[in-house]
């Protein structure tokens, strides 16, 4: 087992911390993952990345993210991780070296002609050993650590008995996944929707094809009974927060939460939830309780239902949706904070999603507890009185008596 923690005062505290790496879709949701907590985030660029959908971010993002998470003292990593077809080979050099003069931390990749080049050109970024891999024994690390790469993110894949074979001998920094979507298959091996979609999984097109309904037939005979629901593979999400502790003393470098697509609420429930979770732990873990409240946190943001994926061992059907759709966060995202007026005790916000005066709203924050209020006064952009907040991303004013803090967020409760 590895060296985690020293007995500084009397009480045993944990001096080395995972990195909790968030992703991140665009600069927005880039800038609330650090805000919210995360050490590092990773993104795809326009070019060489997985997710093409949710990857928008240009040269010039990605030198704004790097700018940006260095105040905080984050990272930025780099999605290169596509399967290269012939016609995919072209600007990669120039690309890589763009990214190395922008300062960012690491590349993700998959393909090994671009562990190869990073390696050759002798950037200063690292080079990580992407997911798409499926990395799941300390053998192939070490034929990674020969490669010259700097960190291997493991296999959803790998089981905690694994993982702590992995952790006392890895030559090389882990990062495992904590959080988000399953694929039915191996990550990165999955055909399912160039068959039926024609969009490459392995080039950032997956059509999320498991998750479609399909009637079910056994030698030509239709399974499916009246009124049965049509069949799903789709996986429960994965979600390792009542692991974190055991994690940690493992030695597990980087934390690593899934998700470029997910909304802004999401991103920013989930980093704090983590981060908050992480630090109590670190600080004191021999007292350290889960009490639960974590996962209820979570809960108000998660799309699924969670499950502990492939940690125990192979999942069963208890960790299969199948045709169960279980897609309502329990709580509805509707502010977010702008400014606090301290004196006249008035909020400035930009609306999500529809609420109105009466409404309760549970306030969070990456620097304090959560705050309940109920809607009393609501004012439009000229400061006119209104009953409803109805427009997207509008600005409002909300006379609210709480410490509020720019970047706090609000979700609609019942009461
Ligand atoms: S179709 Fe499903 S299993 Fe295949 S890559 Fe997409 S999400 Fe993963």
């Not at 072209?90 to 993700?108: C, F, K, S």
């Not at 939830?273 to 639960?292: H, M, S, V, W």
Request: contains cysteine.
């Amino acid at each position: 087992m590895r060296n985690v923690s020293q007995i500084i005062d009397g009480k045993r505290k944990i001096i080395k911390k995972p990195e909790l790496l968030a992703p991140a879709g665009n600069l927005e949701k880039l800038k609330i993952a650090i805000i919210y907590g995360a050490d590092a985030v990773f993104v795809g660029g326009k070019e060489f990345s997985l997710r093409s959908q949710a990857s928008n971010f240009t040269l010039e993002d990605i030198k704004e993210a790097v700018e940006f998470a260095s105040q905080y003292g984050a990272h930025i990593h780099v999605t290169c991780n596509i399967i290269l077809h012939q016609d995919n080979l072209e600007g990669i050099q120039d690309y890589l070296q763009a990214l190395d003069a922008i300062g960012v931390t690491a590349i993700i990749v998959a393909d090994p002609y671009i562990m190869k080049i990073a390696k050759d050109m002798q950037l200063s970024l690292e080079v990580h050993v992407s997911t798409q891999l499926s990395t799941l024994n300390l053998k192939a690390i070490e034929f990674y650590k020969s490669m010259g790469m700097d960190r291997v993110v493991l296999g959803r894949e790998v089981t905690y008995d694994d993982l702590k074979t992995i952790m006392e001998y890895a030559p090389v920094d882990v990062e495992y996944f904590i959080h988000g979507a399953m694929c039915i298959h191996y990550s990165g091996r999955c055909m399912l929707s160039n068959y039926l979609s024609r969009r490459d999984a392995n080039r950032g097109g997956c059509s999320q094809s498991c998750r479609w309904y399909y009637d079910l037939y056994q030698n030509g005979k239709l399974m499916n009974q009246e009124g049965d629901m049509p069949f799903s593979m789709s996986s429960k999400d994965m979600s390792l927060i009542d692991h974190i502790g055991e994690l940690i003393e493992l030695g597990v470098n980087s934390f690593k939460i899934e998700g470029r697509m997910k909304s802004l609420h999401y991103i920013a429930t989930v980093v704090s939830t983590y981060r908050k979770l992480i630090d109590a732990y670190c600080e004191n873990p021999d007292q350290f309780i889960q009490d639960g409240s974590y996962r209820q946190e979570l809960m108000k943001a998660a799309n699924r239902a969670l499950c502990h994926g492939f940690f125990y061992d192979h999942p069963s059907n208890e960790e299969q949706l199948f045709n169960l759709r279980d897609e309502h966060p329990t709580q509805e995202f509707v502010m977010r904070i702008l400014e606090y007026d301290k004196q006249n005790k008035q909020a400035k916000i930009e609306q999500r999603n529809y609420f109105k005066v009466g409404d309760h709203i549970e306030i969070f924050s990456p620097n304090h507890p959560n705050l309940f209020f109920t809607v009393q006064k609501l004012y439009n952009k000229d400061k006119e009185l209104i009953e409803v907040a109805n427009h997207p991303m509008e600005i409002l004013y909300i006379d609210v008596d709480l410490p509020l803090e720019v970047n706090d967020m609000g979700r609609k409760v019942s009461k």
